[in-house]
T-cell receptor, first 112, second 113 residues
């Protein structure tokens, strides 16, 4: 049981490049979400999904796309990377209801 | 808009002392979480608080929730160095099919011998 797995752990992009951050969970959780963590800002919600085929925007969705074709996977796509997207990205998942969210190990992204 | 405020944001304390971290939130929420984060690491769940008056304890940490005051506290008893970390509270509003957590900015806790 691996929990929530994020890949890659580190990535450097040039401005304008695109990439996909991967997130997979093996706990059969319905709910998944993406956050970014910046110094002094806490974590901010980017997008979330309450089930396969259902996604919605969080607090800071601009510049990011998501899709949820399976229960297990919830990739985050950066369409055209900008230096402002330099951050640590966390994926989380949980069961429906009053349950805790489990977080992946994070992806540290630098855009130059 | 749901807002979460933690204080203090930085706390340096000595081993053996007691202290409390406060978490205020702006609108009704049905769940409140406390997480711990060590430098360069992921978030570890500490407590989930669901109802008014809820109190949970694990070791030297105790969390409580007052939904009427929209306030949660994380109390540290007889602090030890191993509790040095950043602590986050987070709340969620699941009405209308929404999900996701709104976090406070975190309390960076340093416990010195």
């Amino acid at each position: 049981n691996a929990g929530v797995t994020q890949t890659p752990k580190f990535q450097v992009l040039k401005t304008g490049q695109s990439m996909t951050l991967q997130c997979a969970q093996d706990m059969n959780h319905e709910y998944m979400s993406w956050y970014r963590q910046d110094p002094g800002m806490g974590l901010r919600l980017i997008h979330y999904s309450v089930g396969a085929g259902i996604t919605d925007q969080g607090e800071v969705p601009n510049g990011y796309n998501v899709s949820r074709s399976t229960t297990e996977d919830f990739p985050l796509r950066l369409l055209s990377a900008a230096p402002s997207q330099t951050s640590v990205y966390f994926c989380a998942s949980r069961f429906q209801g009053y349950t805790e969210a489990f977080f992946g190990q994070g992806t540290r992204l630098t855009v130059v | 808009e749901l807002k979460v405020e933690q204080n203090p944001l930085f706390l340096s304390m000595q081993e053996g002392k007691n202290y409390t971290i406060y978490c205020n939130y702006s609108t009704t929420s049905d769940r409140l979480y406390w997480y711990r984060q060590d430098p360069g690491k992921s978030l570890e769940s500490l407590f989930v608080l669901l109802s008014n008056g809820a109190v949970k304890q694990e070791g030297r940490l105790m969390a409580s929730l007052d939904t009427k005051a929209r306030l949660s506290t994380l109390h540290i008893t007889a602090a030890v160095h191993d509790l040095s970390a950043t602590y986050f509270c987070a709340v969620t509003y699941s009405g209308g099919g929404a999900d996701g957590l709104t976090f406070g900015k975190g309390t960076h806790l340093i416990i010195q011998p």
